[in-house]
């Protein structure tokens, strides 16, 4: 389903669970004195509201940053890549050559095998790891016999040591997620704001129902965009593998 939809699903369902109950509840109870309760709930509600808005915008911003670290993860592990076998074009041919055969098969392993695995919060599998250890000693065990060879060997291990690292925090991004203390903070927090809405009176019935259920549409919003960031290969975000296939066009020329 398009986010769009899925989203506007999301929140109007919310809105009109939400003033369906309010209305209920508002014809059920007494009406009279509901205005006394104005002060002490709008007090509580200004703290409880407050804390969970806080929390809630806290978490969204940091799945915000965590999106751009992800994408620009993944086009620095894929220019570090072409960057080693660009190096490695100076090495003896037997090197060069099992050097491109590496470096496409580690790309074609991420775009093709790791990606799907990232979408669906998978645990990513060994392949991986496996060809770049390969890669690394493929490098390491490079014959040299000039000063030119030894630098583009180093400079080769040395792109290849940033590929590692940019490997490993896109693996990390793509298993953080929301915690189950945080996801069940903003809860807790969301349904004690919605609930606090409904000690109050003083308007006619629907446009109480009105203002509940927008509350209740605002919160929601706010837990359907956590929930669509909070995975970066998946959901609203989706950063997608076309690093890798950028960079499989380059290696390819390269050979």
Wanted: hydrophobic content about 50%; proline content about 2%; overall charge neutral.
């Amino acid at each position: 389903m398009n986010l769009v939809v899925s989203g506007v699903l999301w929140v109007g369902c919310i809105m009109i669970v939400t003033a369906v109950l309010a209305v209920l509840l508002r014809k059920w109870r007494q009406r009279v004195g509901r205005e006394a309760n104005n002060e002490v709930a709008g007090q509580v509600f200004t703290v409880v509201g407050g804390v969970n808005v806080v929390i809630a915008a806290f978490v969204l911003i940091s799945l915000f940053d965590g999106m751009d670290t992800a994408a620009k993860t993944t086009y620095d592990e894929a220019n570090a890549l072409v960057a080693v076998q660009w190096a490695a074009d100076s090495l003896a041919p037997a090197d060069r050559t099992r050097v491109r055969q590496l470096t496409r098969a580690y790309a074609n392993e991420v775009a093709g095998r790791e990606w799907p695995a990232m979408r669906a919060g998978r645990t990513v599998g060994d392949q991986g790891w496996t060809l770049l250890t390969s890669l690394q000693k493929t490098v390491e065990q490079a014959k040299t016999t000039s000063e030119r060879q030894e630098d583009r060997r180093v400079e080769a291990a040395n792109q290849l040591w940033n590929v590692y690292q940019a490997r490993q925090n896109r693996l990390n991004s793509s298993g953080s997620g929301v915690s189950e203390v945080v996801w069940f903070a903003i809860l807790i927090g969301s349904a004690m704001s919605v609930a606090l809405m409904f000690m109050f009176g003083g308007p006619g019935l629907y446009s109480y129902a009105f203002i509940v259920s927008m509350l209740a549409g605002a919160i929601g919003l706010l837990l359907f965009a956590i929930y669509q960031l909070q995975n970066p290969f998946s959901g609203g975000a989706d950063v997608g593998p076309e690093a890798f296939l950028s960079a499989l066009t380059r290696l390819s020329d390269g050979g």
